[in-house]
């Protein structure tokens, strides 16, 4: 499996992806700078966290329009996997690689916590190795993660099994209290109609080490990597 990390001036998450994905497959990704549409042929195209661009414009608004982000979507309409983490999640909803829109938080402040998240299925090639309703805990760090769309896009995610995970109370109940940022119908991460795109807003890189204190963010790349490889 061969897998490539997208490096906009601004991502801070870049490294950790590298990290985390070294771990699972065994090799290093490659790193890909935001102007470089020309890239090796790759199984999974990882979109990191951080600020691209400084957020300066709107979250993910600027990277949209990088030459690496038109060769990222025209490798996903053909099938390659990718991996839209936290402001990878919101460029993908800029490039319209997912519904939907992230913005900006309902309590209108940065958080930075650990969550939980119910899986809501594990019939993915991100999600294999979860037990369907498995609670996962994994670290956000944000302050435009609160997802939203019309009602007729959520009740076609909803419909057809696309919402991903949910954030959720540590014994699976998925209430407004368990919300960190307001997202409509605790949604935490989505997929694309046919299952090739996951964005999430939860960084499953930061905890994918049993030094950073759990491995529950490994589940989802050594998912990948066994269905990639």
Known sequence: MQAAVIVFPGSNCDRDAKVALTSSMGHEPHMVWHRDADFPKVDL???????SYGDYLRCGAMAAHSPAMREVVAR????????AICNGFQVATEVGLLP??????????????????????NQTEFTAKCRPGQVLRIPIAHADGNYIADAETLDRLEGDGLVAMRYC????????????????????????????VLGMMPHPERLAD??????????????L???LS
């Open 169 to 196: 109370t540590p014994d699976g109940r998925v209430v407004a209290e368990a919300n960190p940022n307001g997202a409509a119908r605790n949604i935490a991460g989505i997929f694309n109609a046919e299952r090739t």
């Open 45 to 51: 195209i990882v979109l990191p966290g951080g600020f």
């Open 100 to 121: 939907g829109a992230l913005i900006q938080n309902s309590h209108l402040k940065f958080v930075c916590a650990e969550v939980d998240l119910k899986v809501e299925t």
């Open 225 to 227: 990597v066994e269905a």
């Open 210 to 223: 049993p030094a950073l204190g759990g491995t529950d963010g490994k589940l989802i790349l050594d998912s």
């Open 76 to 83: 996903a309409k053909k099938g390659t996997r990718v991996l």
